[in-house]
């Protein structure tokens, strides 16, 4: 811990060198445009690679950057940011070697972990077609990153939060970014709003009104 300790004392000395007010600002509150949805992988820090500084970015990580219906603390973390924060732009990125990816490929049990996975193993049936097609090994690997990634986003668009917040004048933006490890560069997969127009009749909700409790 005192690698910890230490590393913090520098980094604050750093900070109040370019701005002595600068800690003093940051007290006062956040106003991120930004919510990213990352991995937990500990090469994945979100603020370093998107150049950002804190304040910037709102962050929620797990295991694949996963957006999963009933994990409630990701649902918690992204209606604080579209509804009190009011991020104008919402980041699922993934990174190319990704430790819950791979697992997922494989046909091991891994315990507790296995049940996290199998959202994962739906994204590799859901594109069985184009994920079989594919010989390399690695590059399935790389593909199954991005089409997770892809249905990620899908999955944040299908949430009540995001469905509300859509209805809005200025909803927030969706993206989906990969990130490479091996050469640091984030990549967008150019996920665009339109994709889930096709499926509308399945998943749009309108509100209803209140029902009267007498």
């Known amino acids: 811990m005192e690698k910890i300790f230490e590393g913090n004392k520098k980094w604050v000395a750093e900070k109040l060198a370019l701005d002595k007010e600068y800690f003093k600002?940051?007290?006062l509150g956040q106003r991120p445009e930004y919510l990213f949805i990352g991995c937990s992988d500990s090469r994945v820090p979100a603020n370093e690679i998107s150049g950002t500084q804190p304040g910037e970015m709102f962050v929620h990580r797990n295991i694949a950057n996963m957006v999963v219906h009933t994990d409630i603390n990701l649902l918690s973390v992204l209606q604080?940011?579209?509804?009190?924060?009011?991020?104008?732009?919402?980041?699922?990125?993934?990174?190319?070697?990704?430790?819950?990816?791979?697992?997922?490929?494989s046909d091991k049990s891994y315990g507790l972990i296995d049940n996290w996975l199998t959202n994962i193993k739906d994204v590799m049936r859901l594109h069985e077609v184009e994920f079989l097609r594919i010989k390399s090994e690695e590059q399935r690997?790389?593909?199954?990153?991005?089409?997770?990634?892809?249905?990620?986003?899908r999955?944040?668009?299908?949430?009540?939060?995001l469905q509300t917040a859509m209805k809005s004048e200025n909803p927030p933006q969706l993206h989906g970014l990969v990130y490479d490890i091996a050469e640091g560069i984030l990549t967008d997969l150019n996920w665009q709003d339109g994709d889930m127009k096709r499926f509308e009749h399945i998943y749009n909700m309108e509100s209803t009104p209140a029902e009267n409790p007498a």
């Open 80 to 105: 604080y940011a579209v509804e009190v924060l009011k991020v104008r732009h919402i980041i699922v990125c993934g990174h190319y070697g990704c430790g819950g990816v791979l697992a997922a490929m």
């Open 25 to 27: 600002k940051l007290a």
């Open 141 to 153: 690997a790389r593909r199954l990153v991005e089409l997770n990634v892809i249905e990620q986003v």
């Open 155 to 161: 999955n944040l668009s299908k949430t009540s939060i």
